[in-house]
């Protein structure tokens, strides 16, 4: 097992392989590729798109994820987010990812794997994350990126649980998970409140290798 700093807590980063006993780095993806989607890393040069996507996308992110709204302001803001996404990726502390069109050439969204906090690696567990940009909203494209992920997830990282949080009235959101084939374990009460006041619950959804896989393009 190896320890790492990600620059706010210890986060111990392993998997065990369950025949030769061992402890080692677990393995990412480049890309995972669908009927419609191209899920990979941002590049550093992906920059420009990934803001201009972020402006078109910034008002509809905010009222769900008023935080994830307020990042990439700029194109340099934009260029250091993906630089330290990468250097994350590369200590395996949590992965973003863009949604493109299948051949790569138009950013659609994100979609991020997190290791569950705390010992994500230790089970392992993860956080699924996601926006799309509101030309894109209502095609399917975040349903299949989710879906990439989370077969890649139990595929090759052996995960044990895929979780996704999302307050209930967020029902094009909420629409993810159900589709998926997640199972909805329940509600916790008043766990957030917007900047705005509003007070809110949160869904807690998940999906365990006992679950049926998610398809492909349901
Ligand atoms: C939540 C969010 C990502 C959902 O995006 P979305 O576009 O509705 O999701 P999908 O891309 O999977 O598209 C689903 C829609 O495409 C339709 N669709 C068309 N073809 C489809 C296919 N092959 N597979 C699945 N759905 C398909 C579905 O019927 C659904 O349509 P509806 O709008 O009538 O319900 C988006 O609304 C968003 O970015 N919101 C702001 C940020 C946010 O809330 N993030 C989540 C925080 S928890």
Redesign the pocket.
């Known amino acids: 097992m190896r320890a790492r700093h990600d620059g706010e807590a210890l986060v111990r980063i392993a998997l065990k392989d369950t025949h030769s006993r061992l402890w080692h780095t677990p393995p990412m993806f480049d890309r995972l590729r669908g009927s419609r989607v191209l899920v990979r890393p941002y590049a550093l040069d992906d920059a420009q798109q990934r803001l201009e996507a972020m402006e078109e996308s910034r008002e509809?992110?905010r009222k769900?994820?008023p935080e994830e709204a307020g990042i990439c302001q700029s194109l340099q803001e934009t260029h250091e987010w993906i630089a330290h996404k990468l250097s994350q990726r590369a200590d395996r502390v949590s992965f973003s990812n863009g949604i493109w069109n299948v051949d790569g050439t138009r950013l659609l969204?994100g979609v991020g794997l997190h290791p569950r906090k705390p010992e994500g690696w230790s089970v392992p567990a993860f956080t699924v994350?996601?926006?799309?940009r509101p030309s894109a909203?209502?095609?399917?494209?975040?349903?299949?990126a989710v879906g990439l992920v989370v077969n890649f997830a139990l595929d090759a990282l052996g995960a044990q649980r895929l979780e996704i949080a999302?307050d209930p009235n967020?029902i094009?959101?909420m629409?993810?998970p159900r589709?998926l084939g997640f199972k909805m374990e329940g509600r916790a009460r008043n766990v957030y409140r917007y900047p705005d006041g509003r007070l809110c619950d949160e869904a807690i959804w998940s999906l365990t290798p006992t679950d049926s896989r998610p398809v492909a393009?349901?």
Do not use: K, L, M
């Not at 994350?129 to 799309?132: E, H, K, L, M, V």
């Not at 909203?137 to 299949?144: A, D, I, P, R, S």
């Open positions: 509809h992110i769900w994820d969204g994350g996601y926006w799309i909203q209502g095609f399917g494209y975040v349903t299949e999302c967020n094009r959101s629409a993810i589709r393009n349901p």
